[in-house]
């Protein structure tokens, strides 16, 4: 999605695999990096067809989100593909669906990404979060608009932070009047994945 991340930044590493030919169990060697990242796997990939030039082709497409944590050069070893392509001819005629299987490899150019630092302008002491959106909303039980001395109320603040994982997530700092004591629960935290990438979920009461 970007060869120039900043860092922790999300970026979508996509890997689509494309044969003209029939072939038999395609496997893709796990994506890995030379420098130090975060890379999980998407999903479990979907199958493809396109067609180029006139010509059809048959495929997967499998989709990873890589979060460098060091600014600099992070460069990633080429996606590897082995497969059995069919290459016609029965081996016997008491086999009808038999055919002569050929092992190939094949591989793609090394990915490298200039991995950009924190700007020198972002304030000292805040939290950086290089997310594509940040959503809150919050709830609460009662949700009447005012309270007795000495009922309890729960306040439950969520975070929505799309392109970040939850261990990215900082802490909230939950403030009340001097009159009001607070009780915070131990904050909840998930991940979610989809085809456009992992939003970390944040719950706090």
Known sequence: STTTPYVQQQVIYTVRALFAVQVSSPRLTPVSASGDAVVKQLGDGRQISETRDGRSYEGFEMKYALFPQASGTLRLAPAVVTAE??????????????Q????????SKPVE??????PAAFPAGATWLPARRLR???????????AEVGAPITRTVFLWVDGLLSGQLPKLALRAPADVKLYPDQAQTSDQDTATGYTAVLQQK
């Open 85 to 98: 392509v069919v290459v016609g001819g029965r081996r016997s005629v008491f086999d009808p669906f038999a």
């Open 113 to 118: 990404l200039e991995v950009r630092a924190v």
């Open 136 to 146: 809150r909303h919050e709830e609460w039980e009662p949700d009447q608009g005012s």
């Open 100 to 107: 002569s299987l050929s092992t190939r490899r094949i591989e």
